[in-house]
């Protein structure tokens, strides 16, 4: 008997939350260490001026660690604000202040901050679960970000731990992928194909 895709995401889902839970903190620490250092250091930052972070939370990388690095650049930076219907805006960060706690868990700007460009100069940094040496991704299983990637311009790059990357990630047609992955010790590109 074979088993549909959704319950090859669900299982790996299940698999990648019992492998974090294995992560000690300071593994995570060195792990977020790395990524965010790579992710500061990508030729491509330098050409965009909007740069779409995601706001860390559970065993995510601690990706708010990068706000003062990239405003220190200049960058407008936008973070994510779900809507009703499964869709998603960016608004752009204007301090802690004006964050929200989601119901989801994850903070998110308050709806009064204004909108930010999200055209081909904007960069957007994707959360997943894990991605594949192919830079597809499994998210969480709510088809914001892959809505929102359907239609999205600009550059996009994900991060995952070494001990998350997968070989292959169960995939449908409407799931994205993005550009590059960065683990703690490799940069992996999309394929041609891809």
């Not at 990068?66 to 869709?87: D, N, S």
């Not at 752009?92 to 100069?121: F, I, K, N, S, T």
């Not at 994900?158 to 990357?165: E, I, K, S, T, V």
């Amino acid at each position: 008997m074979s088993i549909t895709t959704t319950e090859q995401k669900k299982r790996l889902r299940r698999e990648i939350a019992r492998r974090e839970a294995q992560l000690s903190q300071t593994q995570r620490r060195r792990s977020d260490d790395a990524l965010l250092r790579r992710f500061l250091a990508l030729p491509e930052l330098d050409s965009c001026r909007t740069v779409l972070l995601f706001w860390g939370m559970g065993a995510e990388p601690e990706t708010r660690r990068l706000l003062e690095p990239l405003l220190g650049q200049g960058k407008v930076i936008g973070l994510p604000r779900c809507l009703p219907e499964g869709k998603m805006v960016f608004l752009r960060y204007c301090g802690q202040e004006h964050l929200a706690r989601h119901p989801y868990g994850m903070m998110e700007p308050e709806p009064e901050c204004p909108g930010v460009d999200v055209g081909g100069e904007s960069l957007m940094l994707v959360p997943a679960v894990c991605y594949d040496r192919r830079c597809l991704r499994l998210g969480r299983g709510g088809g914001y970000y892959d809505r929102f990637l359907s239609r999205y311009e600009g550059r996009t790059v994900g991060l995952c731990r070494d001990a998350l990357l997968q070989r292959q990630c169960p995939a449908e047609p409407h799931d994205r992928g993005v550009e590059l992955v960065l683990t703690e010790t490799r940069t992996l590109l999309r394929p041609a194909d891809g």
